[in-house]
Protein backbone atom coordinates (compact mmCIF):
# COMPACT_ATOMS: atom_id res chain seq x y z
CA UNK A 1 0.00 0.00 0.00
CA UNK A 2 1.68 3.66 -0.58
CA UNK A 3 1.70 5.40 2.35
CA UNK A 4 2.31 9.47 2.50
CA UNK A 5 5.23 10.51 3.81
CA UNK A 6 4.98 13.02 6.72
CA UNK A 7 7.16 15.54 5.11
CA UNK A 8 4.51 15.26 2.20
CA UNK A 9 1.38 15.36 3.84
CA UNK A 10 2.64 18.47 5.76
CA UNK A 11 3.24 20.40 2.74
CA UNK A 12 -0.39 19.66 1.81
CA UNK A 13 -1.90 20.56 4.77
CA UNK A 14 -0.07 23.96 4.88
CA UNK A 15 -1.25 24.74 0.79
CA UNK A 16 -4.92 23.69 1.94
CA UNK A 17 -4.74 26.16 5.25
CA UNK A 18 -4.25 28.46 2.73
CA UNK A 19 -7.39 27.08 0.41
CA UNK A 20 -9.74 27.01 3.46
CA UNK A 21 -8.12 28.42 6.09
CA UNK A 22 -6.32 27.14 9.07
CA UNK A 23 -9.15 26.25 11.37
CA UNK A 24 -11.13 24.19 8.36
CA UNK A 25 -7.69 21.52 8.29
CA UNK A 26 -7.23 18.90 11.05
CA UNK A 27 -3.88 17.07 11.27
CA UNK A 28 -3.31 13.22 12.42
CA UNK A 29 -4.87 13.14 15.58
CA UNK A 30 -7.71 15.27 15.24
CA UNK A 31 -8.88 13.85 12.29
CA UNK A 32 -8.27 10.11 13.44
CA UNK A 33 -10.37 10.21 16.14
CA UNK A 34 -13.10 12.71 13.91
CA UNK A 35 -13.25 10.26 11.13
CA UNK A 36 -13.59 7.04 12.55
CA UNK A 37 -15.99 4.25 11.70
CA UNK A 38 -17.42 3.76 15.35
CA UNK A 39 -19.62 0.86 14.78
CA UNK A 40 -17.29 -1.85 13.04
CA UNK A 41 -16.33 -5.13 14.23
CA UNK A 42 -12.79 -3.49 14.36
CA UNK A 43 -9.85 -0.92 16.13
CA UNK A 44 -12.19 2.10 15.38
CA UNK A 45 -8.82 3.77 14.88
CA UNK A 46 -7.29 0.83 12.46
CA UNK A 47 -8.15 3.06 9.69
CA UNK A 48 -8.51 6.51 10.56
CA UNK A 49 -7.18 9.01 8.12
CA UNK A 50 -3.76 10.96 8.16
CA UNK A 51 -5.61 14.68 7.98
CA UNK A 52 -8.69 16.10 6.86
CA UNK A 53 -9.98 19.62 4.77
CA UNK A 54 -13.37 20.91 4.78
CA UNK A 55 -13.87 23.31 1.77
CA UNK A 56 -16.95 25.62 1.39
CA UNK A 57 -17.34 26.05 -2.29
CA UNK A 58 -16.81 24.41 -5.33
CA UNK A 59 -13.95 26.50 -5.66
CA UNK A 60 -11.87 25.83 -2.53
CA UNK A 61 -12.80 21.65 -3.89
CA UNK A 62 -11.12 22.16 -7.46
CA UNK A 63 -7.88 23.61 -5.48
CA UNK A 64 -7.93 21.00 -3.12
CA UNK A 65 -8.08 18.52 -5.64
CA UNK A 66 -5.40 19.81 -7.69
CA UNK A 67 -2.85 20.25 -5.21
CA UNK A 68 -3.75 16.87 -3.94
CA UNK A 69 -3.02 15.90 -7.46
CA UNK A 70 0.27 17.73 -7.34
CA UNK A 71 1.75 15.97 -4.56
CA UNK A 72 0.08 12.60 -4.79
CA UNK A 73 -2.08 12.69 -1.77
CA UNK A 74 -4.85 10.57 -1.84
CA UNK A 75 -8.22 12.21 -0.59
CA UNK A 76 -11.30 10.51 0.38
CA UNK A 77 -14.80 12.77 -0.08
CA UNK A 78 -17.35 12.57 2.96
CA UNK A 79 -20.43 14.32 2.96
CA UNK A 80 -22.10 14.25 6.45
CA UNK A 81 -20.19 10.70 7.21
CA UNK A 82 -23.53 9.04 8.59
CA UNK A 83 -23.23 5.82 6.27
CA UNK A 84 -23.75 3.73 9.53
CA UNK A 85 -23.26 -0.17 9.14
CA UNK A 86 -21.47 0.54 5.79
CA UNK A 87 -17.99 2.68 7.28
CA UNK A 88 -19.69 5.44 8.87
CA UNK A 89 -17.17 8.51 7.75
CA UNK A 90 -13.90 6.85 7.70
CA UNK A 91 -12.15 5.49 4.55
CA UNK A 92 -11.05 2.64 3.12
CA UNK A 93 -7.20 3.20 3.84
CA UNK A 94 -4.85 4.80 6.38
CA UNK A 95 -3.02 6.84 4.22
CA UNK A 96 -5.67 9.66 2.62
CA UNK A 97 -6.49 13.26 3.79
CA UNK A 98 -10.43 13.20 4.25
CA UNK A 99 -12.34 15.86 1.79
CA UNK A 100 -15.05 16.88 4.26
CA UNK A 101 -18.24 18.54 2.37
CA UNK A 102 -20.22 19.14 5.06
CA UNK A 103 -19.60 23.09 5.09
CA UNK A 104 -21.08 22.99 1.74
CA UNK A 105 -24.66 22.75 2.94
CA UNK A 106 -26.78 24.96 1.01
CA UNK A 107 -29.75 24.03 -0.50
CA UNK A 108 -29.43 25.79 -3.56
CA UNK A 109 -32.74 25.53 -5.24
CA UNK A 110 -36.16 24.23 -4.97
CA UNK A 111 -38.90 24.02 -7.45
CA UNK A 112 -42.20 23.88 -6.72
CA UNK A 113 -43.90 24.11 -10.31
CA UNK A 114 -41.54 21.22 -11.54
CA UNK A 115 -40.76 19.29 -8.36
CA UNK A 116 -37.09 19.29 -7.50
CA UNK A 117 -34.35 20.24 -5.37
CA UNK A 118 -30.68 21.25 -5.97
CA UNK A 119 -28.67 20.63 -2.99
CA UNK A 120 -24.58 20.79 -1.70
CA UNK A 121 -23.28 17.54 0.07
CA UNK A 122 -23.74 18.60 3.08
CA UNK A 123 -27.05 18.86 3.41
CA UNK A 124 -29.63 16.40 5.18
CA UNK A 125 -32.57 14.97 5.23
CA UNK A 126 -33.27 16.58 8.15
CA UNK A 127 -32.10 19.84 6.50
CA UNK A 128 -34.41 19.75 3.40
CA UNK A 129 -37.19 18.63 5.56
CA UNK A 130 -37.54 21.49 7.65
CA UNK A 131 -36.83 23.67 4.41
CA UNK A 132 -39.77 22.58 3.04
CA UNK A 133 -42.00 22.45 6.29
CA UNK A 134 -40.86 25.82 7.33
CA UNK A 135 -41.79 27.55 4.01
CA UNK A 136 -44.87 25.76 3.52
CA UNK A 137 -43.75 24.43 -0.01
CA UNK A 138 -45.97 21.40 -0.91
CA UNK A 139 -43.27 18.25 -1.95
CA UNK A 140 -42.23 15.83 0.08
CA UNK A 141 -38.40 13.96 0.81
CA UNK A 142 -37.96 10.31 0.67
CA UNK A 143 -35.57 9.13 3.59
CA UNK A 144 -34.12 5.74 4.50
CA UNK A 145 -34.35 4.70 7.98
CA UNK A 146 -32.20 7.53 10.01
CA UNK A 147 -32.16 11.49 8.67
CA UNK A 148 -28.73 12.15 9.68
CA UNK A 149 -26.99 11.14 6.75
CA UNK A 150 -26.24 13.57 3.25
CA UNK A 151 -29.32 13.60 0.98
CA UNK A 152 -26.55 13.66 -1.90
CA UNK A 153 -24.48 11.16 0.10
CA UNK A 154 -27.47 8.72 0.47
CA UNK A 155 -28.73 8.78 -3.52
CA UNK A 156 -25.09 8.13 -4.44
CA UNK A 157 -24.81 5.46 -2.47
CA UNK A 158 -28.06 3.91 -3.76
CA UNK A 159 -30.03 4.25 -0.46
CA UNK A 160 -33.26 3.76 -0.62
CA UNK A 161 -36.01 5.16 1.36
CA UNK A 162 -40.20 4.05 1.97
CA UNK A 163 -42.32 6.60 -0.60
CA UNK A 164 -42.97 6.06 -4.07
CA UNK A 165 -39.67 8.09 -4.74
CA UNK A 166 -37.94 5.45 -2.41
CA UNK A 167 -35.10 4.60 -5.04
CA UNK A 168 -33.71 7.49 -4.44
CA UNK A 169 -30.43 6.87 -7.31
CA UNK A 170 -33.47 6.86 -9.76
CA UNK A 171 -34.49 10.78 -8.99
CA UNK A 172 -31.36 11.90 -9.39
CA UNK A 173 -31.15 14.35 -12.24
CA UNK A 174 -27.79 16.07 -12.89
CA UNK A 175 -24.81 16.45 -11.01
CA UNK A 176 -21.81 18.63 -10.49
CA UNK A 177 -18.55 16.83 -10.36
CA UNK A 178 -14.93 18.28 -9.93
CA UNK A 179 -12.92 15.23 -11.48
CA UNK A 180 -9.70 14.03 -10.49
CA UNK A 181 -7.81 16.54 -11.86
CA UNK A 182 -9.47 19.58 -10.80
CA UNK A 183 -11.77 20.41 -13.83
CA UNK A 184 -15.39 21.05 -13.50
CA UNK A 185 -18.04 19.26 -15.27
CA UNK A 186 -21.81 18.83 -15.10
CA UNK A 187 -23.70 15.89 -16.63
CA UNK A 188 -26.43 15.73 -18.52
CA UNK A 189 -28.36 18.70 -19.93
CA UNK A 190 -25.97 20.59 -17.20
CA UNK A 191 -23.46 20.36 -19.76
CA UNK A 192 -25.24 22.61 -21.67
CA UNK A 193 -24.41 26.26 -20.52
CA UNK A 194 -27.59 27.80 -19.45
CA UNK A 195 -29.60 24.45 -19.92
CA UNK A 196 -33.03 25.07 -18.99
CA UNK A 197 -33.82 21.55 -18.33
CA UNK A 198 -30.66 20.41 -16.28
CA UNK A 199 -33.02 19.07 -13.24
CA UNK A 200 -35.65 18.05 -15.65
CA UNK A 201 -34.52 15.64 -18.39
CA UNK A 202 -32.12 12.89 -16.40
CA UNK A 203 -30.19 12.56 -19.75
CA UNK A 204 -28.44 14.91 -22.49
CA UNK A 205 -26.73 14.31 -25.47
CA UNK A 206 -24.20 11.25 -25.58
CA UNK A 207 -23.40 8.87 -22.93
CA UNK A 208 -25.10 9.45 -19.60
CA UNK A 209 -22.74 10.15 -16.25
CA UNK A 210 -24.90 10.21 -13.52
CA UNK A 211 -24.94 6.56 -12.96
CA UNK A 212 -21.17 6.43 -13.23
CA UNK A 213 -20.96 8.47 -10.48
CA UNK A 214 -22.69 6.48 -7.85
CA UNK A 215 -20.84 4.15 -5.42
CA UNK A 216 -17.86 5.13 -7.55
CA UNK A 217 -14.37 6.95 -7.38
CA UNK A 218 -14.28 8.91 -10.40
CA UNK A 219 -14.85 12.30 -8.50
CA UNK A 220 -15.88 14.74 -6.20
CA UNK A 221 -19.66 15.22 -6.61
CA UNK A 222 -20.87 19.01 -5.59
CA UNK A 223 -24.15 19.88 -6.71
CA UNK A 224 -27.24 17.57 -7.22
CA UNK A 225 -30.64 17.64 -8.77
CA UNK A 226 -33.11 15.69 -7.04
CA UNK A 227 -37.16 15.34 -7.69
CA UNK A 228 -39.33 15.44 -4.62
CA UNK A 229 -42.68 14.09 -4.72
CA UNK A 230 -45.67 16.60 -4.36
CA UNK A 231 -47.70 16.66 -1.15
CA UNK A 232 -50.64 13.70 -1.90
CA UNK A 233 -54.03 14.69 -1.21
CA UNK A 234 -54.18 11.65 1.41
CA UNK A 235 -52.27 8.66 2.23
CA UNK A 236 -53.79 4.84 3.42
CA UNK A 237 -51.52 2.52 5.56
CA UNK A 238 -52.42 -1.10 5.43
CA UNK A 239 -50.13 -2.60 8.01
CA UNK A 240 -50.36 -6.93 8.94
CA UNK A 241 -48.53 -8.91 10.73
CA UNK A 242 -46.99 -12.99 10.09
CA UNK A 243 -46.85 -15.39 13.36
CA UNK A 244 -45.06 -17.73 11.40
CA UNK A 245 -42.00 -17.05 10.00
CA UNK A 246 -42.99 -19.11 6.96
CA UNK A 247 -45.91 -16.61 5.93
CA UNK A 248 -43.25 -15.30 4.11
CA UNK A 249 -43.14 -16.44 0.35
CA UNK A 250 -46.70 -15.88 1.05
CA UNK A 251 -46.77 -12.52 1.36
CA UNK A 252 -43.99 -11.73 -1.44
CA UNK A 253 -45.96 -13.83 -4.10
CA UNK A 254 -49.53 -11.23 -3.04
CA UNK A 255 -47.22 -8.49 -3.03
CA UNK A 256 -45.32 -8.82 -6.59
CA UNK A 257 -48.32 -8.26 -8.83
CA UNK A 258 -49.56 -5.15 -7.17
CA UNK A 259 -45.67 -3.44 -7.32
CA UNK A 260 -45.41 -4.70 -11.09
CA UNK A 261 -48.91 -3.07 -12.45
CA UNK A 262 -47.86 0.12 -9.94
CA UNK A 263 -50.84 -0.66 -7.55
CA UNK A 264 -48.30 -0.01 -4.91
CA UNK A 265 -45.65 2.39 -6.13
CA UNK A 266 -44.34 2.81 -2.53
CA UNK A 267 -41.50 -0.19 -1.51
CA UNK A 268 -42.87 -1.94 1.16
CA UNK A 269 -40.64 -3.58 3.43
CA UNK A 270 -40.97 -6.94 5.35
CA UNK A 271 -39.14 -6.36 8.47
CA UNK A 272 -38.29 -9.64 11.07
CA UNK A 273 -39.55 -9.95 14.63
CA UNK A 274 -35.92 -9.07 15.51
CA UNK A 275 -35.86 -5.96 13.53
CA UNK A 276 -39.05 -4.66 15.71
CA UNK A 277 -37.85 -6.30 19.22
CA UNK A 278 -34.50 -4.52 18.54
CA UNK A 279 -35.75 -0.85 18.89
CA UNK A 280 -38.09 -1.45 21.72
CA UNK A 281 -35.86 -2.63 24.23
CA UNK A 282 -32.28 -4.43 24.59
CA UNK A 283 -32.28 -8.07 24.35
CA UNK A 284 -31.70 -8.55 27.88
CA UNK A 285 -35.19 -8.02 28.62
CA UNK A 286 -36.04 -10.86 26.17
CA UNK A 287 -33.69 -13.54 27.12
CA UNK A 288 -30.17 -13.35 28.67
CA UNK A 289 -28.38 -16.51 27.52
CA UNK A 290 -25.84 -16.86 25.16
CA UNK A 291 -25.73 -17.62 21.16
CA UNK A 292 -29.27 -16.76 19.56
CA UNK A 293 -32.12 -16.08 21.39
CA UNK A 294 -34.34 -19.59 21.30
CA UNK A 295 -37.22 -20.21 19.27
CA UNK A 296 -39.42 -20.72 21.89
CA UNK A 297 -38.38 -17.93 23.91
CA UNK A 298 -38.84 -15.49 20.24
CA UNK A 299 -42.00 -16.88 20.56
CA UNK A 300 -43.02 -15.73 24.07
CA UNK A 301 -41.58 -12.50 23.20
CA UNK A 302 -43.78 -11.78 20.18
CA UNK A 303 -46.95 -12.46 21.63
CA UNK A 304 -46.15 -10.19 24.74
CA UNK A 305 -45.07 -6.97 22.44
CA UNK A 306 -47.76 -8.26 20.09
CA UNK A 307 -45.63 -7.97 17.04
CA UNK A 308 -45.46 -10.78 14.53
CA UNK A 309 -42.16 -13.06 12.77
CA UNK A 310 -42.94 -10.25 9.90
CA UNK A 311 -44.45 -6.93 10.17
CA UNK A 312 -44.91 -4.95 6.48
CA UNK A 313 -46.56 -2.09 5.69
CA UNK A 314 -48.23 -1.03 2.37
CA UNK A 315 -48.74 2.61 2.08
CA UNK A 316 -50.50 3.83 -0.65
CA UNK A 317 -50.36 7.45 -1.82
CA UNK A 318 -52.45 9.85 -3.97
CA UNK A 319 -56.16 10.93 -4.26
CA UNK A 320 -58.40 9.35 -1.45
CA UNK A 321 -60.81 7.46 -4.22
CA UNK A 322 -57.98 6.23 -5.74
CA UNK A 323 -56.44 4.41 -2.83
CA UNK A 324 -59.34 3.40 -1.61
CA UNK A 325 -59.94 1.43 -4.38
CA UNK A 326 -56.63 0.26 -4.59
CA UNK A 327 -57.14 -1.09 -1.08
CA UNK A 328 -59.36 -3.04 -1.76
CA UNK A 329 -57.81 -4.45 -4.71
CA UNK A 330 -54.36 -5.25 -1.77
CA UNK A 331 -56.96 -6.76 1.07
CA UNK A 332 -58.31 -8.86 -2.23
CA UNK A 333 -54.53 -9.87 -2.68
CA UNK A 334 -53.81 -10.90 0.86
CA UNK A 335 -57.31 -12.42 1.45
CA UNK A 336 -56.13 -16.20 1.23
CA UNK A 337 -53.44 -15.47 4.57
CA UNK A 338 -55.02 -15.71 7.82
CA UNK A 339 -54.39 -12.46 8.86
CA UNK A 340 -56.63 -8.78 8.90
CA UNK A 341 -55.39 -5.38 7.74
CA UNK A 342 -54.75 -2.84 10.58
CA UNK A 343 -55.64 0.04 7.46
CA UNK A 344 -55.13 4.10 9.13
CA UNK A 345 -55.65 7.48 6.13
CA UNK A 346 -54.27 10.67 6.20
CA UNK A 347 -55.04 13.80 5.10
CA UNK A 348 -53.74 16.82 3.82
CA UNK A 349 -53.81 19.57 6.50
CA UNK A 350 -53.45 16.88 9.37
CA UNK A 351 -49.91 17.01 10.91
CA UNK A 352 -47.36 15.16 8.95
CA UNK A 353 -46.79 12.29 11.42
CA UNK A 354 -48.21 9.11 10.14
CA UNK A 355 -48.48 10.58 6.87
CA UNK A 356 -46.25 8.59 5.40
CA UNK A 357 -43.98 11.28 4.67
CA UNK A 358 -40.43 10.98 6.52
CA UNK A 359 -40.04 13.10 9.43
CA UNK A 360 -36.85 13.38 11.55
CA UNK A 361 -35.60 10.43 13.34
CA UNK A 362 -33.04 8.72 14.79
CA UNK A 363 -34.72 6.28 16.31
CA UNK A 364 -33.85 3.26 14.09
CA UNK A 365 -30.08 3.99 15.51
CA UNK A 366 -31.82 2.35 18.48
CA UNK A 367 -30.86 -1.12 17.46
CA UNK A 368 -26.92 -0.89 17.95
CA UNK A 369 -27.93 -1.44 21.76
CA UNK A 370 -29.73 -4.53 21.41
CA UNK A 371 -26.32 -6.60 23.23
CA UNK A 372 -25.92 -3.44 25.45
CA UNK A 373 -22.28 -2.40 25.88
CA UNK A 374 -21.05 0.34 22.76
CA UNK A 375 -22.92 -1.37 19.97
CA UNK A 376 -21.71 -2.03 16.36
CA UNK A 377 -23.28 -3.26 13.28
CA UNK A 378 -22.89 -4.48 9.77
CA UNK A 379 -25.09 -4.07 7.26
CA UNK A 380 -25.16 -6.92 4.24
CA UNK A 381 -27.24 -6.07 1.19
CA UNK A 382 -27.16 -9.20 -1.17
CA UNK A 383 -30.46 -8.46 -3.74
CA UNK A 384 -33.02 -11.45 -4.38
CA UNK A 385 -35.56 -12.08 -7.44
CA UNK A 386 -38.94 -10.60 -6.45
CA UNK A 387 -40.27 -14.16 -5.81
CA UNK A 388 -41.13 -16.38 -2.56
CA UNK A 389 -39.58 -19.26 -3.10
CA UNK A 390 -36.16 -16.84 -3.21
CA UNK A 391 -36.51 -14.51 -0.79
CA UNK A 392 -37.53 -18.14 1.49
CA UNK A 393 -34.12 -19.33 0.61
CA UNK A 394 -32.13 -16.50 0.69
CA UNK A 395 -33.54 -15.96 4.12
CA UNK A 396 -33.90 -19.92 5.55
CA UNK A 397 -29.85 -19.80 4.10
CA UNK A 398 -28.71 -16.34 5.65
CA UNK A 399 -30.62 -16.54 8.93
CA UNK A 400 -28.84 -20.03 9.27
CA UNK A 401 -25.59 -18.68 9.03
CA UNK A 402 -25.85 -16.06 11.43
CA UNK A 403 -27.60 -18.86 14.34
CA UNK A 404 -24.27 -21.25 13.43
CA UNK A 405 -22.04 -18.28 14.25
CA UNK A 406 -24.09 -17.19 17.69
CA UNK A 407 -26.35 -14.52 16.18
CA UNK A 408 -29.38 -13.52 15.80
CA UNK A 409 -30.87 -12.98 12.97
CA UNK A 410 -31.89 -9.47 11.99
CA UNK A 411 -33.25 -8.70 8.54
CA UNK A 412 -35.77 -7.30 6.40
CA UNK A 413 -36.80 -7.62 2.98
CA UNK A 414 -37.49 -4.14 1.38
CA UNK A 415 -39.75 -4.55 -2.01
CA UNK A 416 -38.60 -2.78 -5.68
CA UNK A 417 -40.46 -3.20 -8.30
CA UNK A 418 -38.95 -6.62 -9.83
CA UNK A 419 -36.45 -7.32 -6.91
CA UNK A 420 -35.75 -7.16 -3.36
CA UNK A 421 -33.32 -6.06 -1.42
CA UNK A 422 -32.36 -8.07 1.77
CA UNK A 423 -31.42 -5.48 4.56
CA UNK A 424 -29.49 -7.88 7.40
CA UNK A 425 -27.89 -6.81 10.43
CA UNK A 426 -24.70 -8.37 12.31
CA UNK A 427 -25.77 -6.35 15.59
CA UNK A 428 -22.53 -6.86 18.30
CA UNK A 429 -21.17 -5.59 21.02
CA UNK A 430 -17.49 -3.75 20.54
CA UNK A 431 -16.44 -4.81 23.86
CA UNK A 432 -16.19 -8.42 22.87
CA UNK A 433 -13.47 -8.93 20.67
CA UNK A 434 -14.76 -12.44 20.27
CA UNK A 435 -17.95 -11.48 18.90
CA UNK A 436 -16.53 -9.10 16.50
CA UNK A 437 -14.23 -11.70 14.83
CA UNK A 438 -17.17 -13.41 14.64
CA UNK A 439 -19.08 -10.81 12.99
CA UNK A 440 -15.92 -10.68 10.59
CA UNK A 441 -15.53 -14.37 9.96
CA UNK A 442 -19.66 -14.83 8.92
CA UNK A 443 -20.03 -10.83 6.61
CA UNK A 444 -16.90 -12.79 4.76
CA UNK A 445 -18.45 -16.08 4.34
CA UNK A 446 -21.79 -14.54 3.84
CA UNK A 447 -20.69 -12.81 0.99
CA UNK A 448 -18.80 -16.31 -1.05
CA UNK A 449 -22.19 -18.23 -0.02
CA UNK A 450 -24.30 -15.77 -1.92
CA UNK A 451 -22.44 -15.39 -4.44
CA UNK A 452 -22.33 -18.89 -5.48
CA UNK A 453 -25.67 -18.60 -5.18
CA UNK A 454 -26.39 -15.72 -7.60
CA UNK A 455 -26.99 -12.96 -5.30
CA UNK A 456 -25.16 -9.93 -5.53
CA UNK A 457 -24.69 -7.23 -2.53
CA UNK A 458 -25.68 -3.89 -4.08
CA UNK A 459 -23.85 -1.91 -1.39
CA UNK A 460 -21.22 -2.69 1.54
CA UNK A 461 -19.15 -1.69 4.39
CA UNK A 462 -15.50 -0.27 3.59
CA UNK A 463 -13.76 -3.43 4.91
CA UNK A 464 -15.43 -5.97 2.25
CA UNK A 465 -14.84 -3.35 -0.91
CA UNK A 466 -12.40 -5.86 -2.17
CA UNK A 467 -13.97 -8.92 -1.56
CA UNK A 468 -17.56 -8.07 -3.28
CA UNK A 469 -15.64 -6.67 -6.15
CA UNK A 470 -14.22 -9.78 -6.39
CA UNK A 471 -17.45 -11.65 -6.18
CA UNK A 472 -18.22 -9.87 -9.11
CA UNK A 473 -16.32 -12.40 -11.83
CA UNK A 474 -18.19 -12.47 -15.24
CA UNK A 475 -15.55 -12.78 -18.09
CA UNK A 476 -12.04 -13.09 -15.48
CA UNK A 477 -13.65 -9.56 -13.71
CA UNK A 478 -14.33 -8.00 -17.19
CA UNK A 479 -16.13 -4.91 -15.49
CA UNK A 480 -13.82 -4.57 -12.86
CA UNK A 481 -11.32 -4.22 -15.29
CA UNK A 482 -13.76 -1.67 -17.11
CA UNK A 483 -13.66 0.22 -13.79
CA UNK A 484 -10.10 0.17 -13.62
CA UNK A 485 -9.44 1.72 -17.45
CA UNK A 486 -12.19 4.38 -16.48
CA UNK A 487 -10.65 5.21 -13.31
CA UNK A 488 -7.12 5.84 -14.88
CA UNK A 489 -8.13 7.93 -17.29
CA UNK A 490 -10.44 10.35 -15.50
CA UNK A 491 -8.08 10.52 -12.34
CA UNK A 492 -4.65 10.08 -13.51
CA UNK A 493 -3.05 10.93 -10.11
CA UNK A 494 -5.21 8.11 -8.46
CA UNK A 495 -5.80 9.97 -5.71
CA UNK A 496 -9.95 10.25 -5.05
CA UNK A 497 -11.18 7.24 -2.88
CA UNK A 498 -8.55 4.95 -3.71
CA UNK A 499 -10.09 1.29 -3.14
CA UNK A 500 -13.76 2.57 -3.15
CA UNK A 501 -16.27 -0.17 -4.40
CA UNK A 502 -12.76 -2.17 -5.10
CA UNK A 503 -11.64 0.21 -7.72
CA UNK A 504 -7.90 0.82 -7.59
CA UNK A 505 -6.01 3.70 -9.31
CA UNK A 506 -2.70 2.39 -11.22
CA UNK A 507 -0.09 3.09 -8.82
CA UNK A 508 -2.13 1.16 -6.51
CA UNK A 509 -2.60 -1.83 -7.90
CA UNK A 510 0.67 -1.78 -8.67
CA UNK A 511 1.91 -1.69 -5.78
CA UNK A 512 -0.18 -4.33 -4.37
CA UNK A 513 0.96 -6.62 -6.94
Request: charged share 20%.
Given at each position: ?390 AWEQYTTIRAMYEEAGFDYYGGFTAGQRYLNHI ?90
Amino acid sequence: MIAIDTARLEQALIRFEAIVGAQYVWREEEARHGYKDAMAPRDPMSYAPRGAVAPASVEEVQAIVRVAGELGVALWPTSRGKNFGYGGAAPHISDVVMLDLVRMNRILEVNVEMGYAVVEPGVGFDDLYNYLVDNKIPLWISAPAHTWGSVLGNALERGVGYTPYGEHASKVCGLEIVTGTGELLRTGMGALDGAKTWQLFPYGFGPSWDAAFMQSNFGVATKMGLWLMPEPEHTLNLAMSFDRPEDLPLGVEALRPLKLDGTVRANPSFGNIIRNLSVRAPRSTYYQGEGPIPADVLEQARVKSGVGHWNFAIRLFGDKAVNRINAEKVKRAFAHLPYEFDVSEWHRGEPLKGSGSPTPTLAALGVVDWLGGPGGHLTFSPVSPFTGAEAWEQYTTIRAMYEEAGFDYYGGFTAGQRYLNHISMILFNRNDEDMMARANRLFSELIEVAAARGWGEYRTHTLYYDQIARSYDYNNGALRRWNETVKDAVDPHGIIAPGKMGIWPRRYREARA
